[in-house]
């Protein structure tokens, strides 16, 4: 360790002696400030595989995560490389302590800081085990309630696909938190605009709560009173404090703190003004799957040279929701967010299947470079307008 800074050969000690205790659950590497612009982080955990025990990397990429195995020694010497090189700061979760390494500020010197554990238990010792699932149909009574399983926890006559849903979005939401900036305590809000019966609220509650955020707040909000108010009875039947659903709309509900703003096949706009909401609420991660894209197929005026493909119906369709999505996600990231898009669930149970996922970041946000780059797509569509870009004061035609 030649040459490491005290902070960061501490910080290295502590995983050597957390990792020889068996008392490690998580190592987050963060601050990226490496030469690879995709990298986003890189968490580390202990496992031990049929080839013998190692230390699983996943590196987490703007659209992709790439996984490595090392041997323990060899793992630890890449940790310090790559905070030598790659990253300015890291957690370290044990069952005894959170450790971080926070990076040089100023001058500031790296240093090394301790805090209780918000873990009772170390990472699971395999990954050489049937996948586990997020949620136990079985297990988790509201399932049963919403009338997806049967008392058994199989789902009833055409629930399977919805089932699928709700252990997709479990998976992708227990992904993405694990994204959120550290804070100094496990509060979290949670906001489901849209939530129609709340399968998704309660699953995000159940997830949530079992993976030790708390105090937790969640909000369904649904403008059909008659869906409200089954909905909280469901919550209140099976104790889940901290859950509720109130009445409104996704344009006119007004928003005092959402740490994460789901909204899952919001119609047209309405899935512009939830992701407005989120962007103004500070909200550290938002989730949004797109419904239909009526706006801007009727403002779209390509070039002509689109014409042989556009003048069919059907590809001016998925044409519209390309530049719709696309035009999202670049506000999203000039609004200072990093984003994903990606498929939700398979069009075999579901033709809305976008999934567009955005992490707030620390660094910089509405660049002009941005501004350019989306005002250019936006020119080639001839698309003057979108309600995203109106909710954030954003002119798409390019500056005179």
């Known amino acids: 360790m030649r040459g490491m800074s005290d902070a960061i050969r501490g910080f290295i000690e502590a995983c050597r002696a957390a990792l020889a205790a068996g008392t ?63 990253f300015g700061g890291a957690h370290l979760f044990t069952t005894e302590a959170e450790i971080e390494l926070q990076p040089a500020r100023g001058r500031s010197a790296a240093r090394v800081i301790r805090r209780p554990p918000r873990h009772d238990a170390p990472a699971p010792d395999t ?40 252990e997709k979005f479990a998976e992708i939401l227990l992904h993405h938190v694990a994204e959120i900036p550290p804070r100094g305590d496990r509060s979290l809000a949670v906001v489901d605009m849209g939530c129609g019966k709340g399968y998704l609220t309660f699953a995000a509650f159940e997830v949530l709560h079992s993976a030790g955020w708390t105090p937790l707040r969640v909000t369904g909000v649904e403008r059909r009173a008659d869906l409200v ?30 740490d994460i703003l789901v909204a899952l096949h919001a119609c047209d706009t309405a899935t512009d003004d939830a992701l407005a ?28 040279i689109l014409d042989p493909a556009l003048r069919h119906g059907i590809l001016l369709d998925r044409h519209a929701e390309l530049v719709t999505d696309a035009v999202r996600a670049s506000l999203l990231e000039w609004a200072g967010y990093d984003v994903k898009v990606f498929e939700f669930v398979s069009t075999e149970h579901t033709a809305k299947n976008l999934m567009i996922a955005a992490v707030r970041r620390p660094g910089p946000a509405r660049t002009d470079a941005a501004a350019h ?28």
């Not at 307008?385 to 390019?398: I, K, M, S, V, Y």
């Open 24 to 86: 490690w659950a998580k190592l987050t590497l963060g601050a990226h400030r490496g030469a690879d612009a995709t990298l986003r982080n890189v968490i580390v955990q202990p496992v031990a595989l049929r080839s013998g025990d190692r230390l699983s990397f996943v590196y987490r990429h703007a659209t992709r995560d790439v996984t490595k195995n090392l041997p323990p020694g060899e793992g630890l010497a890449r940790v310090s490389e790559l905070l030598a090189t790659d």
């Open 127 to 166: 990954h050489d085990h049937a996948r586990v699932r997020p949620i136990d149909p079985a297990g988790a009574a509201w399932l049963r309630t919403l009338g997806v399983v049967n008392a058994a926890g199989r789902p009833r006559d055409g629930m399977s696909g919805k089932l699928r849903q709700i």
């Open 229 to 258: 108010d089954a909905c909280n009875r469901a919550a209140a039947e099976h104790g889940l404090d901290g859950l509720a659903f109130t009445r409104g709309d996704v344009a006119s509900t007004p928003l005092d703190r959402a």
């Open 277 to 304: 909401k989120g962007i103004a609420a500070g909200a550290s991660l938002i989730l949004a799957s797109p419904c239909c894209h009526k706006e801007v197929r009727r403002g779209l005026r390509p070039p002509a």
């Open 373 to 400: 780059a989306i005002r250019d797509f936006a020119a080639f569509h001839g698309l003057r307008r979108q309600r995203l870009a109106e909710h954030l004061g954003f002119t798409l035609d390019p500056a005179p």
